[in-house]
C-alpha cells in the first residue's frame, strides 16, 4: 500500500469513526480519534500488523475498537489521550517557544532597527546621533537594563566601545541592510556577553549567582512563575493521586457492591489508599 493510500485510508477511519460517535450523542474531533486510532494500532493485543494492508475485516474491527474506547464512561485511558491531545494541541517545543519570543522582540524592535539600518549620516552629530541609537538598541535587545539607566548605559557603552568603537560607524553606514541588521544582532550578544562576564569578575572568585546576573525584569518574573507552577503541580498531584486510588481499587478485582462477608480472623487487610 502506497504512503498516499494508507493515508487515505486512515482519514476514511477516522472521519466514520467521528461520524459514528455524533450519531451516539458524543462530540469528538479528528485530532482525538487520531490518536486513539493509533493507540488502538499499536496496542498488540488488538493483533494488528502495521507492516501489513488493513483488510475490510481490520477496518471494522478497528472502528468498533475506538469507537468502544471513546464511549467508555469514567475511563483513565481515554483522559490520559485526551489530555495528550490536550497538550499537543495547546503547549509547544522549547525551540518554537524561543523562536517566537524572538519573532516577538524582533517586531517590537523593528522601528528602532530601520532608524539605524536606513540612517544617512554626515556630520559628526548625526555620527554620534547613531551610535547612541545603537547602544538603545543593544539595551533594548539584551534587557539588561533600561536605555534610562545611567549605570546601564555606561556599561553597554564601554563594552561596545571595547569591540566597535565609534572610529567603525564610517564602514557600518555603506553596509546593505541586512549585514547591518546582522551586525547589530552579533554586537548586542557581544555586548552581552562582555557585560555579564564583568559582573561574574567583580566577585573576586567567588561562586557567582546566577540570579544577579539576570536582567531585573527575569528576576521580577521568576517568583511569579514559579509560583505558578507550583500551584498547577499541586492540582496535578492531587489528579494523580486519585487516579492512583482509583486504579487500584480497581486492580483488588472486587465487584462495585461486594457481598458481605464475615469477618476472618487473623486475614490480611489491604490499607486504604
Known sequence: MS???????????????????????????D?????????????PTNGFNVDRTLT????????????????????????????????????TSRREFLEEIHRVL?????????????????????FDALYCKIITYIQLRSGMGSPTDDTALKEAT??????FPQTELGAFVVLLKGDKEQQLRELTMIVTGI???????????????????MPS?????LPVTSKGIEEELSVS???????????EKQSDGQPADPPRRPAQTGSLQRPAA
Request: hydrophobic letters at 40%; proline letters at 1%; one cysteine or more.
Open 106 to 126: 524582533e517586531s517590537r524592535l523593528s522601528s528602532v532597527s530601520r532608524e539605524i539600518t536606513d540612517s544617512r549620516v554626515k556630520t559628526r552629530e548625526e
Open 56 to 91: 475490510k475485516q481490520d477496518v471494522q474491527k478497528l472502528e468498533e475498537l475506538c469507537l468502544g474506547k471513546l464511549m467508555e464512561e469514567c475511563s483513565p485511558s481515554l483522559d490520559t489521550i485526551k489530555m495528550q491531545v490536550h497538550f499537543d494541541m495547546n503547549y
Open 237 to 247: 498531584q492531587t489528579l494523580a493521586w486519585r487516579y492512583t486510588s482509583v486504579l
Open 158 to 163: 564601554a563594552a561596545l566601545q571595547s569591540v
Open 195 to 213: 557585560r555579564l562576564f564583568n559582573k561574574a569578575s567583580k566577585k573576586g572568585g567567588e561562586e557567582t549567582d546566577l540570579q544577579e546576573l
Open 3 to 29: 504512503g498516499a493510500h494508507a493515508e487515505s485510508v486512515i482519514k476514511n477511519i477516522i472521519r466514520e469513526i467521528v461520524q459514528q460517535c455524533a450519531a451516539r450523542g458524543h462530540a469528538v474531533s
Open 217 to 221: 525584569i527575569l528576576n521580577e518574573a
Open 31 to 43: 485530532t482525538l480519534v487520531a490518536f486513539m486510532v493509533k493507540a488502538v494500532v499499536l496496542d
